[in-house]
């Protein structure tokens, strides 16, 4: 492998003699194949990762009152295992935004899979069916500047506004009520997510300043957080 420009790996092939050909083969579904097939950028516990995952079609909305408190146990309770942290995260309808630390690659990878799979097996349980809940790739972007953690902070705890939704102060639907980082609100006492152990995700992100509850996600409504970061 090699890393390609921007803060992806891209996967290489062995050309080889004999072997299996490319494609070939049964592929990866269901909740054992929640782990992208690409590889990522490299995750050292110095970098705060930003991971999006997106739900399958057809399932339910996840922004509803009566699947909340599931999601914020469920993710708490698989928030700090396998040398990986879950710090922040946003519940949009279809997909859900996480801002998280990792040891490393493997770390990352098994920790995220630990996660998608508790979340899979809950909303199944509530919903009363079975089968693939969360797509089988998850997007995740390395983030290796101050500059780069805050707007990723803004955008995940302030997505909702992104979609249109008419939200005064925190999204109740995000880590943003324990968030310790606004300018104009003070965070609940009840943490149950681990704190940031990264310097970019503890301290270096408010060099630019610490965020207001009426800040809205920069690059307008189209930006994707795959994107180049808007100015």
Not at 70 to 94: H, K, N
Not at 118 to 129: F, H, S
């Amino acid at each position: 492998m090699r890393r390609s420009r921007g803060n992806n790996l891209e996967q290489l092939a062995l050309f080889r003699r004999g072997g299996q050909r490319d494609g070939a083969g049964r592929k990866p579904a269901g909740e054992h194949a929640l782990v992208t097939h690409a590889s990522r950028a490299r995750v050292t516990r110095h970098t705060p990762v930003f991971v999006t995952t997106k739900l399958v079609d057809g399932l339910p909305n996840l922004r509803r009152e009566r699947t909340l408190a599931l999601l914020c146990d469920t993710l708490a309770a698989g928030a700090d295992r396998f040398g990986f942290r879950l710090v922040e995260y946003s519940i949009q309808s279809t997909h859900l935004h996480f801002v998280v630390e990792a040891q490393d690659e493997r770390a990352l990878g098994r920790g995220m899979k630990g996660l998608l799979v508790r979340l899979a097996k809950a909303l199944n349980r509530a919903w009363e069916r079975s089968g693939r809940v969360i797509s089988d790739r998850y997007h995740a972007r390395v983030l290796k500047t101050p500059r780069e953690v805050r707007q990723v902070l803004v955008y995940a705890l302030q997505n909702a506004r992104k979609h249109g939704a008419r939200i005064l102060g925190i999204d109740a639907f995000s880590s943003g009520p324990w968030f310790e980082g606004w300018a104009d609100r003070s965070p609940r006492a009840d943490r149950a997510l681990p704190r940031p152990n990264s310097w970019l995700l503890s301290f270096g992100w408010t060099k630019g300043g610490l965020i207001s509850t009426r800040e809205t996600p920069r690059g307008g409504a189209d930006w994707d957080p795959a994107d180049p970061w808007p100015a």
